[in-house]
């Protein structure tokens, strides 16, 4: 008994063990391609091995070799730090993120090397599990040089017709001739090479950026982007972004499955808060194994936009503010005005957005006011409670009387 007591226990150990190796995250790192040739760009994707809501990393590369383009992801929203090398951390709605995509530009010829140090993923049942650094390195190499083709050989002048004579009688001069003749065939006439003439290489032509200004919501002269399921906008001169570009919105209000750990980031703010995460994205071909692939990515505009938040119906427009996610995680108050019902700003870099409506603030005198009449409520709770502790006690005193009186009687 006691030995099958045992057996049993150390199946369920052993199963819980497996189980737990199982269920394990494990993240890896896989380039586009091992081999790419300089000036391209070369794709890294990070896998987190299963889906997950939320991943935190540090995204590692040679900076030497490497230029960070941009990223891609299939969740609902990646917040970027930092310049160089990059900082990232996901929060989204449960369970929608396998992925991440870097795409880089080379830059040197040599090995370069990327890495995702120190993965952290949380699901639906655990919350920070470790998924290990995976790494992974591309090898850059030259551009072939373009050959030259080799001009060909003029023919020989004696393939030309030959003039008619009269047949000698000396065979011996004909033979010689006959030498002669050969000897011009065996050694063709070449022509000088020509070098290539190089074209002058003409440099692109770098616009003025947008300048910082607040553009008018009925300004029709400019460049207008709107995400119309959220009726988000962005207004900006002409030179600001490329044609083909769009706006993504997303939009996380009370609610919503990812309020609460949006709520988490903004603990320290009072207020009701609606959050809009806010991306540019133009389609782009980058080499994928021999192969131009397109795909979404995000960019930056030139200069300076005017964003547009619309303000939702409930929210006191004399009591909105605006805070924006900062590089570092955390976040800094942002300065805008009201036009009709809409919160406007300018930057150079649309990101995350919380649109709050802080709590009214009191005067010293109104907060003296509910003091006292908090005091007096409980003033009042106090004497009504003692009245009717004495109506208790006066009506037991009655009842008291006439319980014995009605007593004496009866003896009597």
């Avoid at 409506?357 to 006292?372: H, L």
Wanted: hydrophobic share 35%; glycine share 6%.
């Amino acid at each position: 008994m006691k030995k099958s007591l045992i057996m049993t226990i150390i199946i369920f150990l052993l199963v819980g063990v497996l189980g737990g190796v199982v269920n394990a995250a494990s993240a890896s790192a896989r380039p586009s391609a091992s081999s790419v040739e300089i000036g391209n760009n070369v794709t890294v994707t990070i896998s987190f091995g299963q889906k997950v809501s939320a991943a935190k990393f540090t995204l590692n590369y040679d900076t030497s070799k490497l230029e960070y383009v941009s990223y891609s992801c299939g969740g609902s929203g990646l917040k970027e730090f930092g310049t160089g090398t990059k900082r990232f951390g996901y929060v989204g709605t449960a369970d929608d993120l396998s992925s991440v995509s870097f795409t880089f530009k080379t830059k040197a010829v040599g090995t370069a090397s990327v890495s995702a140090k120190s993965v952290q993923v949380s699901t639906g049942s655990q919350t920070n599990v470790a998924a290990g650094s995976p790494s992974t390195s591309i090898t850059i190499k030259e551009k072939p040089q373009p050959t030259t083709p080799n001009n060909p050989t003029t023919p020989s002048t004696n393939n030309k017709p030959s003039t008619t004579t009269k047949p000698s009688t000396k065979p011996s001069t004909n033979k010689n001739n006959n030498k002669n003749n050969n000897k011009k065939d065996e050694t063709p006439v070449e022509e000088p090479v020509q070098e290539p003439i190089e074209e002058p290489v003409q440099e692109p032509v770098v616009q003025a950026p947008a300048p910082n200004e607040l553009l008018k919501l009925d300004d029709e002269t400019v460049k207008t982007l709107i995400d119309e399921p959220t009726k988000v906008m962005i207004k900006a001169k002409p030179i600001a972004f490329e044609d083909g570009t769009k706006l993504n919105v997303k939009r996380i209000k009370d609610g919503d499955e990812a309020y609460q750990a949006r709520n988490d980031m903004f603990k320290d703010i009072e207020g009701i808060k609606t959050y809009f995460d806010l991306k540019l994205l133009k389609i782009v071909e980058t080499e994928q194994d021999g192969q131009m692939v397109q795909s979404e990515q995000a960019v930056t505009p030139n200069g300076y936009v005017t964003v547009f938040l619309p303000i939702p119906e409930n929210y006191n427009k004399e009591r909105l503010v605006a805070y924006k996610m900062n590089e570092d995680g955390t976040y800094k108050v942002i300065e805008g005005q009201i036009q009709e019902n809409y919160y406007t700003f300018t930057t150079n870099s649309p990101a995350n957005y919380a649109l709050v409506e802080i709590p009214e603030k009191k005067t010293w005198g109104q907060t003296a006011m509910e003091k006292v009449n908090e005091v007096l409520g409980n003033v009042k709770i106090l004497h009504i409670t003692i009245i009717v502790l004495l109506c208790i006690i006066l009506i037991e005193t009655i009842t008291i009387i006439r319980l014995s009186r009605q007593k004496a009687k009866r003896s009597k």
